[in-house]
C-alpha cells in the first residue's frame, strides 16, 4: 500500500511539474508596446471615446500618452459641460477635454526639446548640411480621433544665421523661415 501512495504522489508531482514547464526560445506571448494597436477605446456611456497615441521615439511623451491611456475618468465629468485633464512633465503636457457623457473629444500635446525621430533628422541634415538643430517643439492635436496637427517646429543655426523650419513626422520639410 505504501508503495501505491509513493507511486501516485510521484505522478502527482512529476504531472504538476511538468504543466508549468515555461517554453523558451519561442518569443510567443511576449508583446512589446510598438506591437500594439494605435487606437485605444474607452466606453463613454453609450459612445466611445478614441485616442490616437502617437508612436513618438522619446521615452518621456510615449510615458504621459501611456500615463493618459491608464487614466480612469471614473464619474468625475458629471455635473459638468466639459471636463479638462491636464498631465505636464519637465517636456511637456498634454491637455484632454471631455463632454458632458465622458467621451473624449479633443487631445492637445505640445513639448519642448525632445528625441526626434530619425527620419527628421535624416531630412533635416541632408536639406541643410552644416546646420545644428538648435532646439524643437512638438505639437500634436487631435480631435473626435482625428488627428489634426502633427508637426515637428525646429530651429537650426548655422554660424551667426538661425532659420525655422516645420517638419512632419515623414521627415517632410513643410515650410522654412
Known sequence: MKAYQFVLLFLSITTASLAQEKISGSGQGNIKMEELPAVVIKSAGKDFSVYLPDRNPDPNVRAIEDKFIA??????????????????????????????????????????????????????????????????????????????????????????????????PKGEIVSQN
Open 71 to 168: 487614466y480612469d475618468l471614473g464619474r468625475d465629468f458629471e455635473g459638468f459641460e466639459n471636463y479638462l485633464v491636464i498631465m505636464e512633465t519637465k517636456k511637456g503636457s498634454l491637455t484632454a477635454t471631455y463632454n458632458e457623457n465622458g467621451k473624449l473629444t479633443s487631445v492637445v500635446e505640445n513639448y519642448k526639446n525632445i528625441k526626434l525621430p530619425n527620419s527628421v533628422i535624416y531630412s533635416i541634415y541632408k536639406a541643410f548640411p552644416g546646420w545644428q538643430i538648435v532646439n524643437d517643439k512638438y505639437l500634436y492635436s487631435q480631435k473626435e480621433g482625428d488627428i489634426i496637427k502633427k508637426e515637428y517646429n525646429i530651429r537650426i543655426k548655422k554660424d551667426k544665421e538661425n532659420r525655422k523650419l516645420v517638419v512632419t
